[in-house]
Structure formats: structure tokens, C-alpha cells
């Protein structure tokens, strides 16, 4: 199957900083890809979907100045929470599809831990 | 948009035992039906999905139904394992537009 990874796994940084979270899809071209964010014991929340080459599509309620994405090539998207605040702390994940896969499959990163102290 | 409900919010079964968990789904136009694993630290594992022409899909233990009328899909999982234990998502989709149900927390006892 397709392989998505997301780096860092994990990240501690201090209130007011900005954290950058990568998204690859290693061995296909993902056109498109998806951010979530998930807390403690709940589902997962989408948060924005990304074509390469154009502006994000940001779910309600998602601040797009908060949280930037950019998805400049077809195998990578980066996330960057800026100006962290300790309710940023959360376990972001990425999806990614292209336009090898049948419509609807979606494969997931890893994840990544942000706790904003 | 659409909304999907996954129940139970837990389940605790006997290793052996089978499990089920139910989801239903309120766009009729959804057209795909994955289900995953989590486990704790995690992404989102694929372990089994069904498209809207199908019925019924089995992968060895595991099993999905769907029933297009009632907008309701089940993951079934026979003779369960201790590491079957994990958190299980069910998810409804239409052109890559993905929900999820807010999820199943298995534990298997040995």
C-alpha cells in the first residue's frame, strides 16, 4: 500500500513559538491531502483539505491564519501552527490520496504530538 | 454534510468472542465506507472498506456490511485477539470527502 509520513512525531515548544508539522507521501503523488486534529479519546476532525498548487480549503471554525498550510509539490504538505498556545497542544494527522487510487481511499500518516507548554 | 453515529463508544469481549460495532450515515450519496484502526500514538490504519455496490465484504476475521437502505454499515470481527484491542473508526465518504464516526474503544481480555 501507500506509505504517508509525518515528521516530527513529536514536538514540545513554548506559548507564542510556531511549529511546523511535514506531510510526504513517499512513494506516490498525492494531489491531494487532508489535515486532522485529534484529541484525547475522540474521533478525528478534519481540519483543511490541500491540492497541490492552490490555496487550502479550511473546515469552519479553523483559523487560517492559525493554521497554515502549504502543499507546494505532489509529495509534500506542511501544517505550521503559529503563535502556539498551550489549546493547540493536540495530535495532528495528515491523509493523502492521488490519481492512481480509486475515489475515496485515503492513506494516513503516522501523526504528530504538538504540546505547547 | 454528512454525519456519522458509531456505537457502541466501547466494547469489552471475551479472546474469542466476536465483536460488532454499527455506524449509520445521513448522506445518501456517500459512496465509500473504510474502517480503521488505532492504535494508541498512532495514525489510522485501514483495515477493511466497502463501496456502495457491495453488500458484504469479509478479509479473513474481519467483516463489513452495508445496507444502502437504511444507511447503516457494521464491521464484524470473529474469533478476537488481545491485539485486536485499539480504537476503531468507522468513516463515510463521497469524492474524498471523508467523516468519521467518533469511534469504538475494543478491549479483548485474554
Known amino acids: 500500500g501507500a506509505v504517508v509520513s509525518q515528521h516530527p512525531s513529536r514536538v514540545i515548544c513554548k506559548s507564542g513559538t510556531s511549529v511546523k508539522i511535514e506531510c510526504r507521501s513517499l512513494d506516490f503523488q498525492a494531489t491531494t491531502m487532508f489535515w486532522y486534529r485529534q484529541f484525547p479519546k475522540q474521533s478525528l476532525m478534519l481540519m483543511a483539505t490541500s491540492n497541490e498548487g492552490s490555496k487550502a480549503t479550511y473546515e469552519q471554525g479553523v483559523e487560517k491564519d492559525k493554521f497554515l498550510i502549504n502543499h507546494a509539490s505532489l509529495t509534500l504538505s506542511t501544517l505550521t501552527v503559529t503563535s502556539a498556545h498551550p489549546e493547540d497542544s493536540s495530535f495532528y494527522i495528515c491523509s493523502a490520496t492521488g490519481g492512481g487510487f480509486v475515489s475515496g481511499e485515503l492513506f494516513f500518516g503516522e501523526g504528530s504530538r504538538l504540546t505547547v507548554l | 454534510g454528512e454525519n456519522v453515529e458509531q456505537h457502541p463508544s466501547t466494547l469489552s469481549v471475551q479472546e474469542g468472542d466476536s465483536a460488532v460495532i454499527k455506524c449509520t450515515y445521513s448522506d445518501s450519496a456517500s459512496n465509500y465506507f473504510p474502517w480503521y484502526k488505532q492504535e494508541l500514538g498512532k495514525g489510522p490504519q485501514l483495515i477493511i472498506d466497502?463501496?456502495?455496490?457491495?453488500g458484504e465484504k469479509k478479509d479473513q476475521r474481519i467483516a463489513v456490511t452495508l445496507n444502502k437502505t437504511a444507511k447503516h454499515f457494521s464491521l464484524h470481527i470473529t474469533e478476537t485477539q488481545p491485539e485486536d484491542s485499539a480504537v476503531y473508526f468507522c468513516?463515510?465518504?463521497?469524492?474524498?470527502?471523508?467523516?468519521f464516526g467518533a469511534g469504538t474503544r475494543l478491549t479483548v481480555k485474554p
Open positions: 468513516a463515510a465518504s463521497r469524492n474524498n470527502d471523508m467523516r
Open positions: 466497502i463501496r456502495s455496490n457491495v
